[in-house]
């Protein structure tokens, strides 16, 4: 074979993969020109038939013709693509390159995350939360709780009764959970409940007909206020900072026997130290324990209760509570 007739089929081959202007043209010329049959494969799988004093020129020849042409399809196959590219994003007007739009992270309202501090704490002292419904019975939260008939609580002006169900309201307080978990089980129970509820309050900057409270409740063999005045301290010094005092002052309520308002202490705006009243607790009554089914011989137990909306506008120095329900975006977002 003489090495014009290589040139020429160098040259046909370079011509076929200069006319593809396809991608599927182009692999049909690499096949014709390169493939097992195609005339440069024949001269090279020919050459153990030549003269030996031939083969290493025709060896040669024929190599370098085919790394010409490989070297072209190379090149057009990258030319090929950048175009066939090219014409798929003109096609395709989606630009995934360009700069998201970003959608806003969105943030716990504050009163969840007073919560959830809350919960933090004591479920560090070993408490668990608990969870009632806010559909409630008379039984859960009033009677069981030594609440009488005839208290004024339960009366239609200061409670949201159901319409048809007489015995059934919206909770208005979170002290329900307690009977509900006493009914379920025997001591020792840690736990807390916290939670929406509701009264008929009329809407101004400290009250709102619904609102949340967190109940805590400890049941076990012998309990006292001493351990109640270290929950309490322990619990408000977390919550509110390690310098907060707490005090004790007598009070009233019919489920716990003796009953305290815990006070806690405050620096005010002008520099003068004063008494926050944040919770109420006590030791729970016995005639409570017993309509649960608890033995008050064998058990103590203390209880408190906190509005949660209260202490936030204080933590975050929120002025008026109706900041917290009208799902202002503005205020909210200073929460984030
Ligand atoms: N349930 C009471 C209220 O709504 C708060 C409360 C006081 C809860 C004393 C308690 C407690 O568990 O022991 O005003």
Redesign the pocket.
């Known amino acids: 074979m003489s090495d014009p007739s290589l040139e020429q089929i160098q040259q046909d081959a370079l011509a076929a993969v200069a006319a593809s202007s396809t991608l599927s043209q182009l692999e049909a010329a690499r096949v014709a020109h390169t493939g097992r049959k195609s005339p440069l494969s024949e001269i090279l799988a020919g050459i153990g038939g030549l003269p030996p004093e031939r083969r290493g020129e025709v060896g040669k020849g024929a190599n370098l013709a085919r790394r010409a042409v490989q070297e072209a399809l190379d090149a057009r196959t990258a030319e090929l693509e950048a175009e066939e590219m090219g014409a798929a994003l003109e096609r395709d007007t989606t630009d995934v390159t360009l700069p998201g739009d970003p959608r806003p992270v969105g943030a716990l309202h504050p009163i969840t995350q007073i919560r959830l501090e809350m919960e933090e704490i004591l479920l560090g002292l070993g408490y668990r939360v608990a969870d009632g419904p806010e559909v409630e019975t008379e039984w859960h939260n009033f009677t069981a709780l030594n609440t009488p008939a005839g208290h004024p609580a339960r009366s239609p002006s200061d409670t949201f009764f159901i319409e048809g169900h007489p015995d059934r309201m919206l909770r208005?307080?979170?002290?329900p959970v307690?009977v509900r978990a006493m009914e379920r089980e025997q001591p020792p129970i840690y736990l807390i409940a916290p939670g929406a509820?509701y009264r008929r309050d009329d809407v101004d900057a400290t009250h709102s007909p619904m609102f949340h409270?967190m109940?805590?409740?400890a049941v076990d063999e012998g309990l006292t206020l001493a351990h109640l005045k270290g929950t309490m301290l322990h619990f408000f010094r977390e919550l509110l900072g390690k310098d907060r005092e707490i005090l004790l002052q007598p009070h009233f309520?019919p489920?716990?026997e003796p009953?305290v308002d815990v006070q806690v202490s405050y620096i005010d705006r002008s520099g003068r130290p004063g008494w926050l009243e944040l919770?109420?607790?006590?030791m729970?009554d016995p005639n409570v324990l017993e309509a649960c089914g608890i033995d008050s011989e064998r058990y103590t137990g203390?209880?408190?209760?906190?509005g949660l909306d209260r202490i936030a506008m204080i933590r975050f120095g929120v002025p008026d509570l109706r900041l917290f329900f009208e799902g202002d975006l503005r205020f909210l977002e200073q929460f984030a």
């Open positions: 208005t307080q979170t002290s307690q509820v409270q109940e805590g409740l309520f489920f716990t009953s919770a109420g607790a006590g729970v203390f209880a408190f209760g906190c």
